[in-house]
């Protein structure tokens, strides 16, 4: 499941009222103050705020009831004279741009949804959707698109069930675009090789971290200054413990009957691409996924996302609650919780990932 935001923001829904409060505002302030108060600007000011919120037929409507509403203020308070011709022409001067105004907005944003959809087509194809079963896990995933953003992200997951067990990775490349739709191609490719011929988890990271500095030898501009954060993870074929390599990410989360376990790595490690400023030595923490566990794997797009006041959103709180241990469930808490905190709108693609292991 992509995109998992299902309805408009209430804010966007309130916004389609504003040009009726503006002009309901300027009517009656005019009649309270029995035309003490000049209401003129208020009332010009509605179709310019109609053309950004409003369909092409709302800003024209909108302007009609602006002259409308103007004429009954006049005729309330006096007889019409000569210099009202210029000041109901102003008004409908004034509509006829903002109807300008709003053929030009609602091209531009056809123009995004495009961009948009066209991205996302894109990211379904390089990232398809992973299995919903493998082995004794339940998986699900989704990935959320920042809405101001059309650009491609570098969000990524995988599972592969191989011989030496069920292995998993999600990263983040550093940038946006086709040069971020190329390492992640890269990345990806080579996580599926490395799952089924490198028979250890080390073999498998030190095989991204070649892969990517090969990406990096090849590349020029921002796209030679790339890196990936990520976490690899396996489960061995008798499910005796939960083996993680950290690069450089957020901590994965063991969610079970409303405790939450950060999976934090024993050694800090440095993201993929800068193996080489730390050597060889690839850290492996091991622990213990009791029956019945989600383990709870995402992107900087959520524990980075911010609201109104500048406060990094975090997971743990949303998932120290009851939550049945289904994948489905946990995920939809989690991002229902994120689009909450920052007001219905993400500054970063997201993409979570998350994995029970059966009773």
């Known amino acids: 499941m992509r995109n998992g935001r299902?309805?408009?923001?209430?804010?966007?829904?309130w916004l389609r009222w504003l040009p009726a409060v503006v002009i309901a505002g300027a009517f009656v302030l005019d009649v309270a103050t029995r035309g003490g108060v000049n209401t003129f600007p208020l009332l010009a000011a509605a179709p310019g705020v109609a053309a950004s919120v409003l369909s092409l037929g709302g800003t024209i409507a909108t302007g009609v009831a602006v002259n409308l509403v103007g004429l009954a203020l006049v005729y309330l308070e006096r007889e019409p004279v000569r210099q009202d011709v210029a000041v109901f022409s102003s008004l409908v001067l004034l509509t006829v741009i903002a109807a300008v105004l709003n053929v030009q907005l609602t091209?531009?944003?056809r123009q995004l949804r495009t961009s948009r959809e066209v991205?996302?087509?894109?990211?379904?194809?390089?990232l398809p959707d992973p299995p919903r079963r493998v082995g004794r896990l339940?998986?699900?995933?989704?990935?959320?698109?920042?809405?101001?953003e059309a650009a491609i992200g570098g969000d990524l997951f995988a599972i592969h069930e191989t011989d030496h067990g069920i292995r998993m990775l999600i990263a983040d490349v550093r940038g946006k675009g086709l040069e971020a739709v190329r390492t992640v191609n890269a990345l990806l490719g080579s996580f599926h090789e490395a799952c089924h011929h490198r028979p250890d988890l080390p073999g498998v990271v030190r095989q991204l971290e070649d892969r990517m500095q090969e990406v990096i030898r090849r590349s020029s501009g921002a796209e030679a200054e790339s890196f990936a954060t990520a976490v690899v993870a396996e489960l061995p074929p008798d499910y005796s413990g939960l083996r993680i390599v950290n690069r450089g990410h957020a901590a994965p989360?063991?969610?079970?009957?409303?405790?939450?376990?950060?999976?934090?790595p024993s050694t800090p490690s440095l993201p993929l691409g800068l193996g080489l400023l730390h050597g060889d030595d690839v850290v492996v923490d091991l622990f213990e996924p009791p029956a019945g566990a989600t383990l709870v794997l995402f992107t900087d797009g959520i524990n980075e996302a911010r609201d109104a006041d500048g406060v990094f959103f975090d997971p743990v709180p949303v998932l120290s609650r009851p939550l049945p241990a289904d994948p489905d469930a946990v995920l939809d808490a989690v991002l229902r919780a994120v689009l909450r905190?920052?007001?219905?709108?993400?500054?970063d693609d997201a993409a979570l990932f998350a994995a029970t292991l059966d009773e």
């Open 138 to 148: 339940s998986v699900a995933s989704r990935y959320e698109v920042a809405h101001e």
């Open 253 to 264: 989360l063991l969610v079970r009957g409303g405790r939450v376990t950060p999976l934090t």
């Open 107 to 109: 091209w531009n944003r």
């Open 119 to 126: 991205a996302a087509a894109v990211q379904h194809a390089v």
């Open 6 to 13: 299902t309805e408009a923001p209430a804010r966007e829904l």
């Open 341 to 347: 905190h920052t007001g219905g709108d993400l500054q």
